[in-house]
């Protein structure tokens, strides 16, 4: 399998939301169930994306955008396991938008996919401000990156529907208040779910994978 | 000490560059030492300009403008131990420009200044695009992002005078080669500077101050 490799530039904002309606109309046509993952670089996107589609593969068609500033590196973990792919490079533009997203579903067969991922560019802020047609917006926050950052970055916090806390494996070598993070985060967001997870371990993903289960059972009776 | 808050909205790049050399030569007048210090998110940043101030605050007189998306938590830590300091809040912009650092400036007695660090927004794309002012641009990675992020995030990689490698101490728990980070850095770079650091055992700071030391005498010299 070859990795399309489609690079885009920027586009305006104020055209950005009716483009993300098209995409989740369409999206909707093909109950294809779709998570905008996003987070700083390095937290674990593609890691959490490699560990998902190893539990669901068998039982779900997957596919994946996957958004970045230059190179392929992730797109080619995912190609490597036999789930279709496209890449999008932003051409040094720090998030993705719907147009860039419209380009990368014309490169899949929306007729083979379930669920789809959405690995947006490494960056805690302007991705939060543009919607893609995805159901869910999930975050992952990295312990390393300490457990101020939904001080700094409150927006992504406050508008995700999932945040992942990744790389609990670490948590004995860090100062990391799990107690701290989750009174910020659900203060500014009191909806949320977060899940404690580790990647590396398998730690927490359990609960991760139980939520995606009922998403995608609700998806399909919609 | 009251922390200064400028809250600034974003400016056209186009004019970036000529508001940085005013900012540029305003500091050179005064010989001021300047440092824009960019990262992703939690990376170090703040614990960088925490232990350089604790090094060298009493030969050298420091000031610090610290760039956030919102909050003055970083600044509350750097007004603590007396520095003076001035807080941008750039309202939602994904880096600091010339004109807010100006801003910035402007807030602070740069008679009584030797050493400014500008402590930019978290992330590793768009702040590589906007020169400041400075006289050197230093990045810090963060050893668990992975030693695969200056495949993905290339242009501050390319374009920093100094690379900080942080969290060594975390290295035995996290499958980075140091090695592999340094071949792509120096082949996106060659005449880059690396130090690998642990802002919290302190281990490598060292050579990060020697190479500071040496800056500022060349600076007084000019």
Redo the contacts between chains.
């Keep these: 399998m070859t990795i399309k490799v489609v690079t885009v530039g920027e586009k305006i904002l104020g055209t950005n939301d009716a483009k993300a309606g098209e995409n989740r109309k369409r999206l909707d046509e093909h109950s294809i169930f779709t998570i905008n993952i996003m987070s700083?670089?390095?937290?674990g996107k593609t890691s959490l994306i490699l560990a998902t589609i190893k539990r669901f593969s068998k039982d779900v068609r997957i596919g994946v955008v996957e958004g970045?500033?230059?190179?392929s590196?992730?797109a080619e973990k995912v190609n490597a396991i036999g789930i279709p792919v496209v890449q999008i490079n932003t051409g040094?533009?720090?998030h993705l938008d719907a147009f860039m997203v419209e380009k990368g579903l014309g490169n899949l067969n929306l007729e083979e996919i379930d669920l789809l991922f959405i690995e947006n560019?490494?960056?805690?802020?302007?991705p939060n401000?543009y919607r893609l047609g995805e159901d869910v917006r999930l975050m992952i926050a990295?312990m390393?990156?300490?457990d101020?950052?939904p001080?700094?970055?409150?927006?992504m916090f406050a508008d995700s529907d999932v945040v992942i806390l990744n790389?609990t494996?670490?948590q004995p070598?860090l100062d990391f208040s799990e107690k701290s993070f989750r009174k910020v985060v659900t203060g500014l967001n009191p909806d949320v779910v977060i899940f404690p997870i580790s990647c590396k371990t398998g730690s927490g993903l359990t609960g991760w994978f139980t939520w995606l289960e009922e998403a995608l059972r609700k998806k399909k009776k919609q």
Excluded: F, H, R
């Design positions: 700083s670089p390095g937290a970045d500033v230059a190179s590196v992730d040094g533009g720090c560019v490494g960056n805690l802020i302007c401000n990295s390393p990156e300490g101020d950052k001080y700094k970055y409150p927006g790389k494996d670490l070598y």
